[in-house]
């Protein structure tokens, strides 16, 4: 009813105007409308600048600031929400151009489809920043508490995006806080807050300063600038205390392991073409020769490292001898049968070759390894061949137990997994001392899709408090510290063997995020959506 009031209002006013004054009106307007494109602009530059592959995670500090300077200009919650989903399309179709190239070069679509995938899903994915700014126009009346409000509401966006595409459907792949994985002083506040409080520092700082540019005193502008260099003050201080002046080395509070990782390179068109069979089979027997006589204790091969599932007794025997050769557990990517079911899946070979272990991926890829909402989609497209090659994995359970290496729990992901911080947390509550992440990443190409996959990782690490060991077929291969720290990291698209020595943790002890999951979320989650729908109430009453 105010809007409407305020409309009304608005039309009389305008019908008394003179010329020069609607003129006047509509010069405001149009400049308006640019600083609003210049603030959109900026603030996409900076989301862009700050994520893999440029990785510049100073910038993500300010990311937010340009478009709260905006958003202060907007009126009504429809403008602030189409102003933010612009602004997130703009920075998600730059991050995510890499879905274009898959597309069509790795998935054979054409032209057209690729272009509407790359930015069907940009557009999709920028309602959750529509949201958020929608809300902004609410929450900028509460004043000095905005900034605190405003990144609330940032966090309880991406905690929702994250648990709803748990259990169901979405790709939260984009996390404000993944721009800090080079970052490790700031970093280690995820081992008590998960990734989430590391999204509200920096949602906080970026308000914080944006904020203070559109008050019209002075004073009140610096004292919200000081609360935002505070917070990044205190989040490296924190940082630069926890984290070991020296590389972890193994003592009386760490036990050692010495692991391979193997990357083949194999090219993805080679790996399902019969026609190079042979020559995948002596690339995966060389590399495994080359672990014979040394003391590694575990080889991890990537995912899918053989064309098919490793039961076969080609490749079961090929690997068996690795094992014995080498003394080592193998780790290797395969299919896993089940009767009529397939799964993508893990098998963990024991040097004797007598014990052989699984693991079935839970978190499937949507439309690449199963198609959501398959029996609508198969009634509504009956003709579609491609479909007829997707939606051919069954996901595993989640009760599923870490690996059992020799004694040591071994928690394991699958690829995009790693991107669902529940998986890990629930391993780590079993116990996991190590953590292991198997990819194929030749899918994207050299775009920045590899990039952003390991930083992933490295905030996973982090959160955890456990050392991870990443196999990508393709690259990135990496060894990361349990300070979320890249050790060692291969080539992209070079065939490598790393070789480290891990130190792991003694004792039952875990991160506080571990022992207590989403807390924080849940804290922001419970402020900001009390207090926006009090707020949102009390503006149209």
Known sequence: MRELREKITDQDARQKMTFGARLKRFCAGVGNGLFLLLCAIATAWLVYESFPRNSRPELAWFALAPFIWGVTRTKGFWSSFFYAWFTALLFHAGIFYWIYYTCLHG???????????????????????????????????????????????????????????????????????????????????????????????????????????????????????????????????????????????????????????????????????????????????????????????????????????????????????????????????????????????????????????????????????YIPLEKWIRGAFPDVEVLGELGSFTPGVLEQAPLDLGGVALGRTICYESIFPQLWVAQGRQGAKLFVNITNDAWFFNTAAPYQHLAINAVRAAEMGRPVLRAANTGFSAVIDPFGRVDQKSGLFTREVLRAEVALPVGDKVTFYTQWGDWFAWLCAAIYFTLFISVAVFSYE
């Open 107 to 369: 998935g054979g679509l054409s032209q057209g489809l690729s272009l509407a995938a790359w930015l069907g899903l940009s557009g999709l994915l920028s309602v959750q920043f529509a949201i958020f700014g929608g809300s902004c126009y609410f929450l900028k009346k509460t004043g000095f508490f905005f900034p605190l409000l405003a990144a609330c509401g940032f966090v309880a966006l991406e905690w929702v995006h994250q648990t709803l595409a748990f259990y169901g459907l979405g790709f939260p792949w984009l996390m404000l806080g993944y721009t800090q994985w080079n970052a490790p002083e700031v970093l280690q506040i995820v081992s008590y807050t998960g990734v989430y409080g590391l999204s509200f520092a920096l949602a906080f700082t970026g308000v914080s300063v944006g904020w203070a540019f559109a008050l019209p005193g002075v004073k009140r502008g610096v004292g919200h600038m000081c609360m935002a260099a505070l917070v990044f003050l205190g989040l490296f201080a924190f940082g630069h205390y926890r984290l070991p002046s020296q590389p972890l080395r193994p003592g009386k509070a760490l036990l050692s392991l010495n692991a391979a990782l193997m990357q083949p390179n194999i090219d993805q068109y080679k790996k399902w073409d019969e026609t190079f069979e042979t020559e995948i089979t002596d690339t995966l027997e060389e590399m495994g020769a080359s672990l014979a006589g040394t003391d590694v204790m575990l080889a991890v091969w990537p995912e899918s490292a053989v064309p098919g599932t490793l039961l076969e007794d080609r490749y079961f025997n090929l690997f068996k001898r690795v094992a014995a050769d080498s003394g080592a557990y193998q780790l290797v990517g395969s299919n896993v049968p089940d009767g009529d079911a397939q799964y993508v899946g893990v098998y963990l070979l024991s040097p004797d070759g007598e014990n052989l272990q699984s693991y079935r991926k839970i978190k499937l890829v949507p439309f690449g390894e």
